[in-house]
């Protein structure tokens, strides 16, 4: 399983980003996918989840209302769409898929595969 991560930058304080997930080796809507971000000094921590087959999607409360996972099963490709963005935003995005049931869908053991990371930098 190999995930491909993109989309992160440079944003000033109140705009917008799209991050990709492109997978393959697995079909993605058979798994949950998941976004993590890590600051640096901070631990990894959940960003925002999506069930397979496009289900139920959680998220942190620090992104509620701001931030939207979705998934295109065509493209077999997990989005992350992130609005009005914070400069506590700031870490390194990580796309994680794996067999997370709802108790383990925020924390890194529900995922065995991994990407290798988008940085997101956000200006205050």
């Known amino acids: 399983v190999q995930l491909q991560a993109s989309g992160g930058g440079l944003v000033q304080a109140g705009g917008s980003l799209r991050l990709s997930c492109a997978a393959s080796?697995?079909?993605?809507?058979?798994?949950?996918t998941g976004w993590f971000r890590q600051a640096p000094g901070k631990e990894r921590e959940f960003v925002a989840a999506?069930?397979?087959?496009?289900?139920?999607?959680f998220y942190a409360d620090a992104v509620k209302g701001r931030f939207a996972i979705s998934i295109d099963k065509a493209k077999n490709t997990v989005y992350l769409q992130m609005n009005s963005l914070k400069p506590e935003d700031t870490a390194v995005y990580y796309c994680?898929?794996?067999?997370?049931?709802?108790?383990?869908?925020?924390?890194?053991?529900?995922?065995?595969?991994w990407g290798q990371g988008t940085l997101v930098t956000v200006s205050s």
């Open positions: 080796g697995r079909t993605l809507s058979l798994y949950a």
């Open positions: 999506i069930r397979p087959s496009g289900g139920n999607k």
């Open positions: 994680a898929t794996g067999r997370a049931i709802v108790s383990t869908m925020g924390t890194t053991r529900g995922y065995d595969s």
